[in-house]
């Protein structure tokens, strides 16, 4: 298995775990939405154009998001024959678009973890506003309450990691991936895995699904 969707809700450790696949099976990690943030940051053309949707409050169109999701993953496929793919698709209409290519998914990680979880485990992580460096504070605290191990700057909660915003996040991730899992489902490739535990738990469990 070497083109892998990984899916899960807010806090339920998919970007963590597509990074440990990542690393140790030596296929690139694509975050379509570090991808986005990425444009935004640079200011180029794209993220010019997907600014203006988020800050209107509205979802970028899914063919903005299709033709830079399938272009992303034919420069990887062409590298390194593979990819771990992390945040999409989101609909219907991107799950087809990539099914309708030769990039399609061999096999869709669900991620599942309940809302009670998924709350704690966000409003638990704090951020350095400095270096970027990220904690949690029951997973992986800081050595000093608050304070960032690594420049001493004093840690912060992102706005979408309160948790009237991640109780939010939660139902409208659901509302609007379920038909997604559920296509993928009759397709054959959909594998659900327990989210809780340890990291290294949820790995063990992903890992023996994908048989690699």
């Not at 989101?90 to 087809?96: D, K």
């Not at 109780?167 to 296509?183: G, I, L, Q, S």
């Amino acid at each position: 298995m070497r083109k892998i969707v990984i899916m899960g809700p807010p806090g339920s450790g998919k970007g963590t775990q597509a990074k440990i696949i990542s690393e140790k099976y030596g296929l690139p990690h694509i975050s379509i939405g570090d991808i986005l943030r990425e444009n935004i940051m640079k200011r180029t053309e794209l993220g010019a154009l997907v600014k203006q949707y988020i800050d209107r409050g509205e979802l970028v169109p899914d063919n903005i998001i299709i033709e830079l999701t399938l272009n992303t993953l034919r420069n990887m496929l062409r590298e390194f024959g593979g990819y771990i793919l992390d945040g999409y698709p989101r609909t219907i209409a991107q799950a087809e678009a990539l099914e309708q290519t030769e990039m399609k998914p061999e096999i869709v990680i669900d991620i599942r973890l309940s809302e009670e979880e998924c709350v704690k485990r966000l409003t638990s992580r704090r951020y350095c506003p400095k270096c970027g460096e990220i904690y949690n504070m029951i997973l992986k605290p800081p050595r000093i309450d608050e304070i960032c191990d690594k420049c001493g700057s004093k840690l912060l909660v992102r706005e979408d990691d309160k948790e009237d915003v991640v109780r939010r996040r939660f139902k409208e991730y659901y509302a609007k991936t379920k038909p997604v899992m559920e296509y993928y489902e009759k397709l054959g490739k959909l594998r659900v895995i327990d989210g809780s535990g340890s990291v290294d738990e949820v790995s063990r469990r992903i890992i023996g699904e994908l048989g690699l």
